[in-house]
Each structure stands twice: as C-alpha cells, then as structure tokens.
C-alpha cells in the first residue's frame, strides 16, 4: 500500500515558477514510477510527466522544456518543477504510482494523491 500527498500549489502570477512535491509512504517507493497529472476545470485528467526508478523520465508534449520532473528515493518524494506558467496551466494537479507501468495511461496507476491546485493568473 502506497499513500500519497502533494503539496506545494497555490495562486501565481504567468511567467512564474512552482515546485510542487509528493511524499509517500511505504517502504517500497524505490519500486514504483511515480507520475504527475493534471485536471482543469471541466476537462479530463490529463498525464503531465513520469519517472522511474532509474530516473528515465517521459514528458507530455504540452509541459516538455518547461517542467521537469525529480524524486529523492531516500526521502520518498517525487517533484515537479513547474516553470514559466501560463493560464492553460491551472489545474488540480495528481501524483500517481504504478507498480508495473510505466507511461501515461491513467488507468495503469495503483495509487492517487487527493491533488494541489495550481492557479495561474494572466
């Protein structure tokens, strides 16, 4: 069992930049690729980034060059460095686990965080 909660969101300004983390529980984090997703306002879940274990990293099209994504095994957090924001970038963001996936398939993820909202003001 993996438990898993985001922080680091808030309102800000376009053009500026966020790090937003997710801390799990369970001793076997190492194991897992952990993912990063978006939701906006009255528009599905969307897949943003996702990390192995080894630190391969796979990025959506829309975030590539802007946001990077990071985790530290030794304190079971996964990062994502968000920046140059923009408006289109608001939204509830997820971190998500997956035991034997890697990609940006929603329906391959384990394990959810309950989310952080990022507002993004023009």
């Known amino acids: 069992q993996v438990q898993l909660v985001e922080s680091g969101g808030g309102l800000v300004q376009a053009g500026t930049s966020l790090r937003l983390s997710c801390a799990a529980s369970?001793?076997?984090?190492?194991?897992?690729?952990m993912g990063w997703f978006r939701q906006a306002p009255g528009k599905e879940r969307e897949f943003v980034a996702v990390?192995?274990?080894?630190?391969?990293?796979y990025y959506a099209d829309s975030v590539k060059g802007r946001f990077t994504i990071s985790r530290d095994n030794a304190k079971n957090t996964v990062y994502l460095q968000v920046n140059s924001l923009k408006p289109e970038d608001t939204a509830v963001y997820y971190c998500?686990?997956?035991?034997?996936?890697?990609?940006?398939?929603?329906?391959?993820?384990?394990?959810w965080g309950q989310g952080t909202q990022v507002t993004v003001s023009s």
């Open positions: 998500a686990a997956a035991r034997n996936y890697y990609g940006s398939q929603i329906s391959e993820y384990d394990y």
């Open positions: 369970g001793r076997t984090f190492g194991n897992y690729a």
């Open positions: 990390i192995r274990w080894t630190g391969h990293t």
